[in-house]
């Protein structure tokens, strides 16, 4: 339910404790005056919650400055450990790409973030969760309706979705009010930064036609400028999982950590995105995943060895929609919690070993091994060995081809062959 700023409830009543919200904070510019602005104009108590999902650090403390502009309670979640193995895990098992392109980094952090703040309401006891996002984005979207489906109860503000404001205005609006704000250089573009990619969109980037500018990019090296030599990596799945990274042993957030760094040295990971938003709206938005999009390539190509083709095909329908349900912010709930139970049975066999080549800008699989390989020499050698037993094929090709053989002789002979369904020749008048 979207909460109306008319009508707190019973916020008028006089010494009542006050009702409290609880908004996603994440000591930027936003959401360090909308502590101020819920304030002034919903009369509500602020806890204010700060969740790292492996966004670079703040440049100072941004739950003092939380407290000293006015929260009754601030708090920050490293929530990384649980991000990769509830969030990021699925998402990878499922080769989740939107649209085919985008590993959905945004996307698949927001579930994480709407469970911190419902879980913090109702410790709370809050009557309403505040976020940032404004009204022309998928992330308005998946809070709303993230919060709503785990707590019906909760009402929402979205103070940038109500008070349409600019940078300037939100600058004048601190200072007028004493309200401490990190001002940072500013910068043409909006961006969100987690473990599994960062996105940037606005500024020049708002022309389909223009060519991303050097200053987009600041996760990886331009694949031009990339090393000559490529680097070669060999990342350990287990069950779908990678769990090493050259025979060494990692826990997630390290294995990634890593492979970010790793990749986008080589320029691994850019993409430009012509999207299309769950609000109707194309944008243009690029996007640096070289963790990501080096992950996803490896488990393909690990499932490839490893599952049925019949289970590939089927799977990779399932992706599909399962990609659409994170972008569309249903994870809770219904369809998308089957999909991942599906997706989990799947990889059961998934285990083993893939060499990936960094190299400028492309991460290819060069090889892959796994005990549980369904890939057989003797079936598939030209050389010596041959198991497959040749007699076979002429039996199967004539019964693959019958269908396709009944059917020609059937339309090239019509009438020969249906002689019960000739016309009955017109009556003369
Ligand atoms: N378009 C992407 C999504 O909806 C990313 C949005 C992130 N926001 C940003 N300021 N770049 O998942």
Same mark, same amino acid.
């Given at each position: ?115 911190? /703040?419902?879980? =913090? *309401?109702?410790?709370? @006891?809050?009557?309403? #969760?505040? $976020? ?126 890593? /492979?970010?760094? =790793? *990749?986008?040295?080589? @320029?691994?990971?850019? #993409?430009? $995105? ?156």
């Amino acid at each position: 339910m979207v909460a109306s700023k008319k009508t707190p409830a019973k916020a008028s009543a006089p010494k009542a404790k006050k009702e409290k919200v609880v908004l996603a904070y994440s000591g930027g510019l936003d959401t360090s005056v909308d502590i101020r602005w819920l304030q002034d104009n919903y009369n509500v108590d602020v806890v204010a919650v700060a969740i790292n999902v492996g966004q670079p650090p703040s440049s100072d403390d941004i739950v003092a400055r939380a407290l000293r502009n006015g929260a009754i309670r601030a708090e920050f979640f490293d929530a990384k450990g649980e991000f990769v193995t509830d969030y990021i895990w699925p998402a990878l098992k499922g080769n989740a790409m939107y649209q085919n392109v985008y590993p959905l980094s945004t996307a698949v952090a927001r579930p994480l973030i709407t469970k911190k /703040l419902v879980e =913090i *309401a109702k410790e709370e @006891g809050a009557t309403y #969760i505040a $976020h940032g996002c404004t009204a022309k984005g998928n992330d308005q979207v998946r809070f709303d309706v993230g919060i709503t489906s785990q707590n019906p109860d909760l009402k929402i503000i979205a103070p940038m979705r109500e008070w349409i404001t600019t940078r300037e205005e939100e600058i004048e609006y601190a200072k007028k009010n004493g309200i401490e704000i990190i001002v940072k250089k500013s910068s043409p573009y909006s961006r969100d930064e987690n473990l599994w990619g960062n996105s940037c969109e606005c500024g020049v980037l708002e022309d389909p036609w223009a060519e991303p500018p050097a200053g987009v990019w600041a996760y990886t090296v331009d694949p031009e400028k990339a090393p000559a030599k490529p680097t070669y990596i060999e990342i350990g799945f287990e069950k779908g999982v990678p769990v090493s990274l050259d025979g060494k042993k990692m826990g997630g957030v390290e294995l990634i950590t890593a /492979l970010n760094d =790793i *990749a986008g040295k080589n @320029g691994v990971g850019r #993409i430009d $995105h012509i999207e299309d938003r769950l609000v109707g709206i194309k944008s243009r938005e690029t996007y640096e995943c070289p963790a990501a999009i080096t992950l996803i390539t490896a488990h393909k190509e690990l499932e490839a060895l490893t599952l049925p083709k019949d289970t590939i095909e089927f799977k990779r329908i399932v992706e599909q929609r399962f990609s659409q349900l994170i972008y569309d912010g249903l994870w809770f709930g219904g369809l998308c919690e089957s999909l991942i139970k599906f997706i989990d049975s799947t990889q059961e066999y998934v285990t083993g070993t893939v060499k990936v080549k960094l190299y400028r800008g492309t991460a290819t699989v060069v090889g892959r091994t796994s005990p549980y390989s369904l890939y057989d020499t003797g079936l598939s050698t030209y050389a010596k060995g041959d198991s497959f037993n040749h007699k076979s094929a002429e039996g199967f090709i004539y019964c693959w081809g019958l269908p396709g053989m009944t059917l020609n002789k059937a339309h090239a002979e019509p009438v020969k062959k249906k002689a019960c369904c000739k016309k009955a020749a017109p009556k003369k008048k």
